[in-house]
């Protein structure tokens, strides 16, 4: 299981870019890199359309989403996690993440108005530590 995610300080303000420019709609996007044991090092945050555009959820272009997977593996990275934004709340799951993280296995950060936290469903929510690199 990951209890560590590492992200660049570089990908952390792309994320808080995204935040203020898609406010008052949540942005969304994956995080690529590769996991080394338990930590998930994150290479490059890739923002993806918000098919869903609303206030208060996501949903990954699926075809974006396609192809963002597509070239991790051609390059061999893998698809670490998923980030989304919490543009007027705090960086804590809402009931709609918390039921759709348990179908996810990868680790999902979240931007909110309190800054960034990132997580991982085991039998429940995890709270995994992140660090800037
Ligand atoms: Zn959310």
């Known amino acids: 299981m990951i209890n560590e995610i590492k992200i660049s300080s570089r990908d952390i303000e792309l994320i808080q870019a995204e935040l203020e420019a898609n406010k008052p709609f949540e942005a969304c996007g994956v995080l690529i890199g590769t996991i ?10 890739l923002p993806v359309t918000n098919a869903k555009r609303t206030r208060r959820s996501f949903e990954l272009d699926p075809k974006e989403h396609y192809n963002a997977w597509n070239e991790a593996e051609k390059n061999g990275r893998e698809i670490v996690g998923v980030f989304h934004t919490h543009p007027v709340s705090s960086a804590v799951p809402s ?8 179908n996810e296995t990868s680790v999902w950060l ?5 800054g960034m936290r990132a997580y991982v469903w085991e039998n429940g929510i995890i709270t995994v530590k992140l660090t800037e690199i």
Do not use: F, H, N, P
């Not at 044991?37 to 945050?45: F, I, Q, Y």
């Not at 009931?95 to 348990?102: C, G």
């Open 36 to 45: 080394i044991g338990s930590t998930a090092l994150v290479e490059k945050a």
């Open 110 to 114: 979240i931007a909110g108005v309190d």
């Open 95 to 102: 009931l709609w993440d918390r039921e759709t993280m348990q």
